[in-house]
Every structure is written in structure tokens, then in C-alpha cells.
């Protein structure tokens, strides 16, 4: 996450957010960027900018997932019945790249791959691998489909 202090015609100052200086770029080429005040689309960067950690974890939006074999603590009903409501959102919601898991997720990292939820298998290694590139990864235990059911 990056934070650019932006400038309009009307050199009026604000913030805008963004996810990477390329994300500024685009942005800016595609007039998504105006002035909170007076809407102007001509804005332009003005130095000092601050970026918010390294890492992917600070960016909103959905969070890279590992599905991969951990074994799992035995819990109380309840929190089976929400671990499974979990993984279940989990599932249904994310691509499922399998073992090419690690791969896609650097690809999305650099901008190789479009940016969506995956799962797929990764070892504990590999999570760690690419939380050390910034990447950041949740490992679930997994959970065979028909405890899903
Ligand atoms: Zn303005």
C-alpha cells in the first residue's frame, strides 16, 4: 500500500491510497483519480510518498489460500461447525489452482497473473517462502470434501 499525496489544477492537496506506484499509473491514465474537492481529473503527484509495510498483508482485498494437510487440534462442535463454514466460503469462493498454487500466487504478487482468491497445496516451506517475498498466504488444514456435506 502506498499513500501519494496528489495535487489537482486547482492545487488543491489530498491523499489517494493506492496499491503500487503502478497501480497510480493506471489509474491516473484512466482519469480514475479526481480532486475530493473540486473533481478536477488533472492531478498530479507531489513528492512524499509513504508506503504502509512490504508486505500483501496490508492491502486490502482477499488474501492468497494454501489448503494443504496440517493436522488439527480437536475442537468442540461449534468451532468444527464454523472451521467448516470457513473453509467452505473458502472453497466455493477461490480458484482452486492446486499445485500450481505457489506459482500463480507469485505470478498475481508481480502482476504476471490477474489478482483473484486461489487455494491449492503448498507445504509449510513454500507458505513461508513467499510470506519472505511479501506474499502474504493462509495455510488451512484440510479438510476432505465430504466433511464439508
Ligand atoms: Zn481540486
Redesign the pocket.
Known sequence: MIIYDLC???D?RFEGWFRSAEDFAVQQERHFVS?P??D?HQVRRVPSAVAIGTSAAAVPGVPSVALSGTAMMPAGKQVMALYRQLIQAVVESCEDVGPAFVEEARKMHYNEAPERPIRGDASEEECEALRDEGIEVIRLPSIKEEELN
Open positions: 489537482c489544477e486547482n488543491h480532486c474537492q473540486c478536477s
